[in-house]
């Protein structure tokens, strides 16, 4: 494991966004895709923006999301919502996106239908290649900030 420390949040979103670059053209490359699953978070987001903005084959990247929030489509709790204005809209070529179908009627059905998707799209069981995760981010940039 390598554990970084950043001087500023901006570094460490920047830092984020080229290590996620770097994995995406590295899988892209060995197995013709990459899976990203992404979280939830301002610091994410952030990070999210910065991606958007590295040279990667976006029409071969895989978006699933690790959570979110049962709502409305476009609702301002939903993580979707906030994926598609720092990254989504962004991004020069759109990814392949799999929300969570959160706005089901039955959504024990929707979850074994995701199920289901992510295991076509990544295996099974179902391998990411990489999951978003705010904690890191966050514990990079309180790091940063305590050192």
Not at 29 to 34: E, K, M, S, V
Not at 130 to 137: D, E, Q
Request: glycine share 4%.
């Amino acid at each position: 494991m390598n554990i970084e420390v950043f001087d500023t949040r901006k570094s460490a979103v920047e830092a984020s966004a080229q290590i996620i670059a770097k994995a995406a053209t590295t899988a892209i490359a060995a197995r013709g895709q990459f899976v990203l699953a992404v979280g939830n978070g301002h610091t994410p987001w952030l990070m999210l923006r910065a991606l958007a903005a590295e040279k990667v084959d976006w029409a071969s990247v895989h978006i699933v999301q690790a959570d979110e929030r049962v709502a409305i489509a476009g609702h301002p709790d939903r993580n979707l919502t906030d994926l598609h204005t720092s990254f989504l809209d962004h991004v020069p070529v759109k990814p392949h996106l799999h929300p969570m179908p959160v706005e089901a009627d039955d959504l024990e059905k929707a979850a074994a239908e995701y199920e289901a998707t992510l295991r076509q799209i990544a295996g099974t069981p179902p391998v990411l290649d990489m999951v978003n995760s705010p904690a890191c981010v966050r514990r990079a940039y309180s790091l940063a900030r305590a050192g």
